[in-house]
């Protein structure tokens, strides 16, 4: 905690929407190496609990954010409260998935560049964890011929 000061607005218009007495608290960010001035109503709460409060609310800011970017998801299919409940806890375990795949694979994946691979691939039968940690360097070839489709009406030379 760097600062903890209570403060008012003293503009003519903002002093007017909120007369009250603010609370300004600046935090050190050690991830980012840079300072946090937040300001608050809530005079009770301690400069570290404010501090914590918005670091983690950042991440679930990022984790929606990433949910919406990867997932493409810009509305709900459904409008009822089940459907639209329904497909956040399957954005939530997809999301969830990727990040595991992603934390167990060799290769360093970014996990937007995982989604769009994931994506591309999602019906080839592949060895998933070999494809996740060797993909990117390595050609696939031509399939074993038992599993070429089509096969079906195609006639073996003997």
Same mark, same amino acid.
């Given at each position: 905690m760097l600062k903890d000061e209570r403060i008012q607005l003293s503009g003519p218009q903002s002093s007017k929407k909120y007369p009250g007495e603010l609370r *300004?608290?600046?935090v050190w960010d050690d991830q980012n190496q840079q300072v946090i001035e937040l300001i608050t109503t809530h005079p009770g709460w301690t400069a570290n609990t404010i501090g914590e409060l918005y670091k983690s609310r950042w991440q679930i800011e990022n984790?929606? *954010?990433?949910?919406? =970017?990867?997932?493409h998801i810009k509305s709900f299919i459904g409008t009822s409260e089940n459907a639209v409940m329904i497909q956040i806890w399957t954005a939530l375990i997809i999301i969830g998935i990727?990040?595991?795949?992603? =934390?167990?694979?060799?290769? *360093?994946w970014y996990l937007s560049n995982l989604v769009g691979f994931i994506r591309l691939n999602?019906?080839?039968?592949?060895?998933? =964890?070999h494809w996740l940690n060797y993909y990117p360097f390595e050609s696939r070839g031509d399939p074993p011929e038992s599993i070429i489709q089509g096969t079906l009406f195609l006639t073996r030379k003997k």
């Open positions: *300004r608290v600046a984790f929606f *954010r990433e949910i919406k =970017q990867l997932l990727l990040k595991v795949l992603k =934390q167990i694979a060799k290769h *360093r999602l019906f080839v039968k592949i060895d998933l =964890q």
